[in-house]
């Protein structure tokens, strides 16, 4: 059985909606401003790296994580041009020369202290901006 690969609307329904909930939520609870810039993905990855110091277990934040890789996926669409693509379960971004990008993967890793969302997004752009 294969798969479909499916793209916008319908691939980005979710992610779309995962990161509107995490602008909401850290908006209401956090009192931080997303606005979908490259720039604030400094202050999700600081929100992240404060969190894991804090000792919270990795299952309580799964959601939480969802949406933030998931704002940070929205940023390198409106940022590179970029489309959401799902397969299944999984979703990732491609940038207009192919490659795939896994924002969501990024935002665990951050909080196992292993990535940050604001290099993805740069080298996101950077490739996208590649002739």
Do not use: F
């Not at 956090?30 to 490259?38: I, P, V």
């Not at 400094?42 to 277990?57: H, K, L, S, T, Y």
């Not at 929205?74 to 379960?89: C, S």
């Amino acid at each position: 059985m294969t798969t479909q690969q499916e793209t916008r609307p319908h691939a980005a329904a979710k992610p779309v909606r995962w990161a509107a909930d995490a602008v909401a939520t850290m908006r209401e609870g956090a009192r931080l401003r997303l606005d979908y810039s490259a720039r604030s993905l400094w202050r999700v990855d600081r929100m992240i790296e404060d969190i894991r110091n804090e000792g919270a277990p990795y299952a309580a934040l799964q959601n939480v994580l969802r949406g933030l890789g998931a704002y940070a996926g929205e940023v390198i669409v409106r940022q590179a041009g970029g489309e959401w693509w799902a397969t299944g379960r999984d979703h990732w971004i491609r940038t207009p020369d192919g490659t795939l990008w896994d924002p969501i993967e990024e935002a665990r890793r951050c909080y196992d202290g292993h990535g940050s969302l604001r290099l993805l997004c740069r080298d996101a752009t950077a490739s996208a901006a590649r002739p």
